[in-house]
């Protein structure tokens, strides 16, 4: 099984749309996850962070369900600009704490 | 607002040959990261630094690729000699920390490879 796993996409969606990314995890030891924003051939930035039971922000909402080791990513009425890759990053745990990267949803939000 | 910078931002080079990356962290971060992305795929961690040791180096392929960070502020990433499967994005990162919840990390732009 893959360290992180999350369906490659692409999600196109229309302006307004709500749309959900999932993600699953392997390691039981993560304590803390994070959801990464990545343009094309841009770095990645931090969307958001979810250290407990979940985050929300504005549009985005981040749920976490340890027992399944699974993450969501639900955005709400969805903009042309949120059109990106969405990477789901689970902290690794000891020893080093890595993040470990996954592959990445692609939205493509169209008019 | 404080940014992680990288340079050079593109490079081309011919198979055989050496190539150095650097960057420069956030200040204050103690934590530095080194990533390959290939693409389509996420970024894959090469080493990690605390301050200036190696934490995890586990993925690095050390027969052609070193990094250093001997004052444990910029950092560089060498390979010698680039292959073409070395073409792809390397990303440096900053964090606080390696613990939660400070281990947020902040990319710099990347500097893309070309190998030819």
């Known amino acids: 099984r893959k360290e992180v796993e999350q369906d490659p996409g692409p999600f196109n969606v229309p302006e307004g749309a709500t749309v959900a990314f999932n993600c699953t995890y392997s390691n039981s030891a993560s304590q803390s996850f994070f959801w990464y924003r990545q343009d094309c051939r841009k770095e990645p930035k931090l969307l958001m962070s979810?250290?407990?039971s979940g985050n929300e922000d504005g549009r985005f909402t981040a749920q976490l369900n340890r027992a399944s080791q699974y993450i969501s990513l639900l955005i709400r009425d969805s903009k042309l600009s949120d059109s990106a890759t969405y990477l789901c990053v689970p902290h690794g745990g000891p020893p080093g704490d890595k993040l470990i990267f996954g592959t990445g949803t692609r939205l493509q939000v169209f008019p | 607002e404080a940014e992680v910078a990288q340079s050079p931002r593109y490079k081309i080079t011919e198979k055989s040959q050496a190539v150095a990356f650097w960057c420069d962290p956030i200040s204050g971060h103690a934590t530095l990261y080194w990533y390959r992305q290939i693409l389509g795929q996420g970024p894959e961690l090469l080493v990690q630094?605390?301050?200036?040791?190696?934490?995890?180096d586990s993925q690095l392929p050390k027969d052609r690729f070193s990094a250093e960070r001997l004052k444990g502020v910029d950092s560089t990433l060498k390979i010698q000699p680039a292959e073409l499967g070395d073409s792809a994005m390397y990303l440096c990162a900053s964090s606080l920390a390696v613990a939660v919840p400070l281990n947020e990390q902040f990319f710099g732009p990347g500097t893309r490879l070309t190998v030819l």
């Open positions: 979810v250290y407990s």
């Open positions: 630094f605390q301050d200036e040791s190696v934490v995890d």
